[in-house]
């Protein structure tokens, strides 16, 4: 299976201010993590490791351009941190990117780094 991009829903975690709760459709934490590992933290069921990449702050139809600027910078631009999720949950989300193994030369860092300025999602 190898590498993948998801993009997670997390709008709950976050207080939108009730002028923008319409404007948002929703909040998405974008992440990447190796489908091949897997791990059991204090429980039977398995985990990925999710590396945090970026967030996408997706907002309703018809919402100007400068209007969508002002809330991704308002709502996108906390920083994620990596964590683990269930494996069963990542599983379902639809619309993952599989991505090629990092080369020779090149670290889980590097293709961090380069998802980070090359969105996929």
């Known amino acids: 299976m190898g590498y993948k991009v998801v ?26 993590y190796n489908a091949d590992e897997v791990t059991h933290i204090c429980s039977l069921d398995t985990h990925y490791w999710l590396q945090y990449l970026y967030t996408n702050v997706i907002v309703a139809e018809g919402v100007d351009d400068d209007t969508r600027e002002t809330l991704e910078m308002k709502y996108g631009q906390e920083p994620g941190q990596d964590d683990y999720h269930p494996t069963r949950s990542i599983d379902r989300i639809e619309g993952q990117v599989e991505l090629e193994p990092p080369g020779e030369d090149e670290t889980e860092d590097d293709l961090r780094e380069f998802l980070q300025g090359n969105h996929v999602i």
Request: glycine content about 4%; cysteine-free.
């Open 7 to 32: 993009a997670v829903e997390e709008m709950s975690f976050y207080h939108i201010d009730e002028a923008d709760q319409s404007l948002i459709e929703r909040i998405e934490g974008v992440y990447f």
